[in-house]
């Protein structure tokens, strides 16, 4: 075979093709711009570069992310900021309130005795779980959270947030509108039923468990304030 025939044909199956190229494309850079509903801190700045995530403003990410409590940080999983920015993209938004982000496991054993719906082994613990809001599109960000099935997503809808994690794929609701009218506490509202249980005004339904246990939370809550 003629030699540079054959220098030809290696150089030929040496060479990618164009579709190969269009396949290892890196990632467009990803910005996001946050406040912080707690500190009053903002953050405005690209996270992730055409050559992965940034790792200095990962680490003030980490910071902006605290636990307020505390002050303490940890090292904030950047899937879980992947999962808010694609969403903001999604629904054409370009900023969002952060409400809940890395807890100590300390901080998150307080709230979970005082708030209902707040979990004992919370995603928040790790640094993969965020609570955010947004000032337009909130239950189309819901949405597309959920449809892009990436992980754990909360909707609060009464208290206008949602939860996102990177935990095992799953979805819950929480509208506490209604329990946080009767959880105001007037004594009127309840009585003793036949058999010593506490039931709901002149009606005498039964307090469900779900009521009952936040009926709890909230008065040990307001005994905690009052000391």
Same mark, same amino acid.
């Given at each position: 075979?003629?030699?540079?025939?054959?220098?030809?044909?290696?150089?030929?199956?040496?060479?990618?093709?164009p579709?190969?190229?269009?396949?290892?494309?890196?990632?467009?850079?990803?910005? +996001?711009?946050? !406040?912080? /509903?707690?500190? &009053? %801190? =903002?953050?405005?700045?690209?996270?992730?570069?055409?050559h992965?995530?940034?790792?200095?403003?990962?680490?003030?990410?980490?910071?902006?992310?605290?636990?307020?409590h505390?002050?303490?940080?940890?090292?904030?999983?950047?899937?879980?900021?992947?999962? +808010?920015?694609? !969403?903001? /993209?999604?629904? &054409? %938004? =370009?900023k969002?309130?952060?409400?809940?982000?890395?807890?100590?496991?300390?901080t998150?054993?307080?709230?979970?005795?005082?708030?209902?719906?707040v979990?004992e082994?919370?995603?928040?613990?790790?640094?993969?779980?965020?609570?955010?809001?947004?000032?337009?599109?909130?239950?189309? /960000?819901?949405?597309a959270?959920?449809?892009?099935?990436?992980?754990?997503?909360?909707?609060?809808?009464?208290?206008?947030?949602i939860?996102?994690?990177?935990?095992?794929?799953?979805?819950?609701?929480?509208?506490?509108?209604?329990?946080?009218?009767?959880?105001?506490?007037?004594?009127?509202?309840?009585?003793?039923?036949?058999?010593?249980?506490?039931?709901?005004?002149?009606?005498?339904?039964?307090?469900?468990?779900?009521?009952?246990?936040?009926?709890?939370?909230?008065?040990?809550?307001?005994?905690a304030?009052?000391?």
């Amino acid at each position: 075979m003629d030699r540079r025939l054959f220098l030809a044909l290696i150089a030929g199956c040496a060479a990618p093709t164009p579709v190969a190229r269009a396949l290892v494309r890196p990632p467009a850079p990803s910005r +996001l711009r946050l !406040v912080n /509903a707690h500190t &009053g %801190e =903002t953050f405005d700045g690209t996270y992730r570069d055409d050559h992965g995530p940034i790792s200095r403003v990962m680490d003030e990410l980490c910071v902006f992310l605290r636990d307020y409590h505390t002050g303490e940080t940890i090292q904030i999983d950047v899937g879980v900021i992947d999962f +808010l920015a694609d !969403v903001l /993209a999604e629904v &054409g %938004e =370009t900023k969002a309130t952060i409400l809940s982000a890395y807890r100590t496991a300390a901080t998150n054993a307080i709230i979970a005795r005082t708030t209902f719906g707040v979990a004992e082994n919370s995603q928040h613990i790790y640094g993969r779980a965020l609570d955010f809001h947004l000032d337009s599109k909130l239950p189309e /960000a819901m949405s597309a959270a959920r449809g892009a099935k990436r992980g754990g997503v909360g909707w609060y809808p009464y208290s206008g947030f949602i939860h996102i994690d990177t935990g095992p794929v799953r979805n819950w609701d929480l509208d506490q509108h209604g329990l946080d009218r009767l959880l105001e506490f007037d004594p009127s509202q309840f009585r003793i039923g036949r058999h010593g249980e506490l039931t709901l005004g002149a009606s005498g339904r039964a307090l469900t468990p779900a009521e009952r246990l936040a009926l709890h939370q909230r008065l040990s809550r307001a005994e905690a304030l009052s000391h």
